[in-house]
């Protein structure tokens, strides 16, 4: 069974940065695709990012490309979210989300691909 922990977050200004990290135990080293996600109030759950195992680069939303960048450790099971240019409507409920597998690329956007997640980390961003 997978864990994943997660850190970071927090209050910012618009225009600061921010950085995640998702530690994955327990059978990390099983975890194949790792990914972030975000969710605000009275919202569903959006997709960030992901990135495969060994990936030189990962998949982004519209909304973030050019701003955020996933980053992988794996000699420490560790996923990053290193996040620029933060927006207000950056603000939201971060989460990590984790598989063993290699989740397609057609569908690596769809939180029911995962079969992890972290525990959530508030990230907002004032005016």
């Known amino acids: 069974q997978v864990q994943l922990v997660q850190s970071g977050g927090g209050l910012v200004q618009a225009g600061d940065s921010l950085s995640l990290s998702c530690a994955a135990s327990?059978?990390?080293?099983?975890?194949?695709?790792m990914a972030w996600f975000r969710q605000s109030p009275g919202n569903q759950r959006d997709f960030v990012a992901a990135?495969?195992?060994?990936?030189?680069?990962?998949w982004y939303a519209d909304s973030v490309k050019g701003r955020f960048t996933i980053s992988r450790d794996n000699a420490k099971n560790t996923v990053y979210l290193q996040m620029n240019s933060l927006q207000p409507e950056d603000t939201a409920v971060y989460y990590c989300?984790?598989?063993?597998?290699?989740?397609?690329?057609?569908?690596?956007?769809?939180?029911?691909?995962?079969?992890?997640w972290g525990q959530g980390t508030q990230v907002t961003v004032s005016s």
């Open positions: 327990g059978g990390s080293n099983n975890v194949y695709t």
């Open positions: 989300a984790a598989a063993t597998r290699k989740i397609a690329d057609v569908v690596i956007a769809a939180p029911g691909e995962y079969d992890y």
């Open positions: 990135m495969w195992r060994g990936a030189l680069a990962g």
